[in-house]
């Protein structure tokens, strides 16, 4: 039987791999991918990835030609992955809607999020914050493509346990905070979030992670009429069903 070869491409992360313990391959700073083939596409149309929500994760680990454990990507590095998958798949450019007007955006022009690198202990995904105004010393970590999948299941639990519950906020918090004053201990970390931890404490904290999170820039420059407005890259379905058109 013929070995049919399919191109693959390097892809760099927006971490450059600093974020990953040492012994892990993402700790390179790259993934390689292969080119989306008619296995893809089945991906992107089963209908029970979309109804479970895992279409995209699907997607791309069936694009990842490295052996890297998928859930231990951060999000700003997913986010690259699945731009690259969409220029691989489809081309660089990418046609959406906003403000009633049709705009196309060259994906290959997105660039990194700088970081600063001081920050970072090299392979180790661990900040430090102090919250401003309670004084409270919290540790941090930059959130995983399994953190996620974990944040999801509980808030769906919660879901269940109450149709109006909608902890999205506080849940998230929980997995993010790593520790309290020094302390590691999960109880204490979701006994502090529940009941201690200040709203405005929390939105700085937030934001501060916002900032220094590796992670593609997804903000484009669009002519909005006679104007330019700079607007956060709209995802919609038709990013990967450009066909679609939706």
């Known amino acids: 039987m013929n070995e049919f070869k399919f191109p693959t491409e390097v892809i760099d992360l927006p971490s450059k791999g600093l974020l990953y313990p040492k012994e892990s391959p993402l700790s390179s700073g790259k993934v390689e991918m292969k080119y989306m083939t008619a296995k893809e596409e089945d991906i992107l149309t089963n209908q029970n990835y ?31 992955i699945m731009i690259a998958a969409r220029i691989l798949g489809y081309g660089k450019d990418y046609e959406f809607s906003y403000g009633g007007e049709k705009h196309t955006v060259d994906l290959t022009t997105l660039k990194d999020k700088e970081f600063d690198e001081s920050l970072i202990t090299p392979h180790t995904n661990e900040f430090s914050f102090k919250l401003p105004h309670s004084g409270n010393e919290v540790t941090f970590k930059i959130l995983t493509v399994g953190d996620e999948s974990k944040i999801k299941r509980e808030l769906e639990g919660l879901k269940k346990i109450s149709k109006d519950a909608n902890p999205e906020i506080s849940t998230r918090l929980k997995y993010l905070i790593t520790s309290v004053n020094g302390d590691r201990e999960q109880s204490t970390i979701r006994n502090f979030v529940d009941n201690y931890l200040l709203a405005k404490d929390s939105r700085a904290l937030r934001e501060y992670v916002k900032q220094i999170q590796p992670d593609v820039d997804l903000t484009v420059t669009l002519n909005i009429g006679d104007v330019e407005e700079d607007v956060t890259l709209p995802i919609t379905i038709s990013f990967f069903w450009p066909e679609s058109g939706v």
């Open 50 to 80: 979309i109804s479970k929500g895992i279409v995209l994760d699907k997607l791309l680990q069936s694009l990842i030609v490295s052996k890297v454990d998928y859930n231990e990507l951060i999000a700003g590095d997913q986010n690259a």
